[in-house]
């Protein structure tokens, strides 16, 4: 099995930036879609952020394009979300998640799933 470990996450200001890593081990394979979901209070859990396995093909939700980048370092086996320009409405746990096949934004094809890590941005 794979397991994913998430970590960065905290409490910041509106407008202030995160950086979650989530580090994988086990038994991991090649050609490997990496991302993050999140799912805050009260709502469905939410597609955030993929990226393909050479971290070149890179997939985001409309919500945070051009507040946050996820990047991989495939030698590290670890996942990267810097999150720039927070809002509270980003609010939520944000979860580090890995799949075989094509990188769609959904929340209902990821195979393996770390424990999550909370991200409150206050205003």
């Known amino acids: 099995q794979v397991q994913l470990v998430e970590s960065g996450g905290g409490l910041v200001q509106a407008g202030g930036s995160l950086r979650l890593s989530c580090a994988a081990s086990g038994r991991t394979f090649s050609g490997v879609v990496m991302g993050w979901l999140r799912q805050a209070p009260g709502k469905e859990r939410e597609f955030v952020s993929a990226v393909s396995w050479s971290g070149i093909l890179k997939s985001y939700s409309d919500s945070v394009k051009g507040r946050f980048t996820i990047s991989r370092d495939s030698a590290k086996k670890t996942v990267y979300l810097e999150m720039n320009s927070l809002k509270p409405e980003d609010t939520a746990v944000y979860y580090c998640?890995?799949?075989?096949?094509?990188?769609?934004?959904?929340?209902?094809?990821?195979?393996?799933w770390g424990q999550g890590t909370q991200v409150t941005v206050s205003s």
């Open positions: 998640a890995s799949k075989r096949g094509l990188i769609r934004p959904t929340t209902d094809e990821w195979e393996y």
